[in-house]
């Protein structure tokens, strides 16, 4: 049975740093693109950043350049979101998932968020002081 599970989450301060990760049970995702992404309270969940089959990375949201970075360890079938220089808006329930269907491992800009597969519930990010 496949299962994607998200944990890490918590309360950080303005400018504080959190990782959280999304391990995988069930199936193997090395060869996957693996997505995050956050809904905050009352918003629509959006995309936040993309790590491809070869490791290599893609921004779906611009304001987390440069302090959002994503990563993998295949020997934990894990995938890391490690965030800093936190802001209160990005308070949010983070989730991960799997790329949709036909995407062969590749990251791309043109997606639809609920073509993603296999979601986790997702971990609670608080950002406040």
């Known amino acids: 049975q496949v299962q994607v599970v998200e944990s890490g989450g918590g309360l950080v301060q303005p400018g504080g740093s959190l990782r959280v990760s999304c391990t995988a049970s069930?199936?193997?995702?090395?060869?996957?693109?693996i997505g995050w992404f956050r809904q905050a309270p009352g918003k629509e969940r959006e995309g936040v950043i993309c790590?491809?089959?070869?490791?290599?990375?893609?921004y779906y949201e611009d304001s987390v350049k440069g302090r959002f970075t994503i990563s993998r360890d295949v020997a934990k079938n894990t995938v890391y979101l490690e965030m800093n220089s936190l802001k209160p808006e990005e308070t949010a329930v983070y989730y991960c998932?799997?790329?949709?269907?036909?995407?062969?491992?590749?990251?791309?800009?043109?997606?639809?968020?609920?073509?993603?597969?296999?979601w986790g519930q997702g971990t609670n990010v608080t950002v406040s002081s």
């Open positions: 998932a799997t790329e949709p269907k036909g995407w062969e491992g590749h990251c791309y800009s043109d997606y639809v968020t609920l073509d993603y597969a296999n």
């Open positions: 069930g199936f193997t995702w090395d060869s996957y693109a």
């Open positions: 790590i491809d089959s070869d490791d290599d990375i893609a």
